[in-house]
């Protein structure tokens, strides 16, 4: 499975983006779907997670209420809604897909990033 992260940019405080995790190869109907981020001198941290059979999710304490993980009809597509987004929310998102829903990084496959930026 290859995934490609995007819909990453440049916004104020308070205000929303939406990410985009698409595969190809496979469609992601077989696995569970997360979204981890990278702050620049920081450890890459888990932000939310989605299981496609059953639709649970599953966030991190400091996204919840404000960040939704969903999917699209077609299979193909996880998507990260990211509301009322804060200074501390600025780092690279990375989606992966793996065998369960998961807060470590014991996906098997990765996508390459997609930066978000949001200024004070």
């Known amino acids: 499975v290859q995934l490609q992260a995007s819909g990453g940019g440049l916004v104020q405080a308070g205000g929303s983006l939406r990410l985009s995790c698409t595969a190809s190869g496979r469609t992601l109907s077989s696995y569970a779907v997360g979204w981890f981020r990278q702050a620049p001198g920081k450890e890459r941290d888990f932000v939310a997670a989605i299981t496609w059979s059953g639709g649970r999710t599953y966030y991190a304490d400091s996204v919840q209420g404000r960040f939704i993980i969903s999917e699209s009809n077609t299979k193909n597509t996880v998507y990260l809604q990211m509301n009322s987004l804060k200074p501390e929310d600025t780092a690279v998102y990375y989606c992966?897909?793996?065998?369960?829903?998961?807060?470590?990084?014991?996906?098997?496959?990765w996508g390459q990033g997609t930066q978000v930026t949001v200024s004070s």
């Open positions: 992966a897909a793996g065998p369960r829903l998961s807060s470590s990084s014991d996906y098997y496959y």
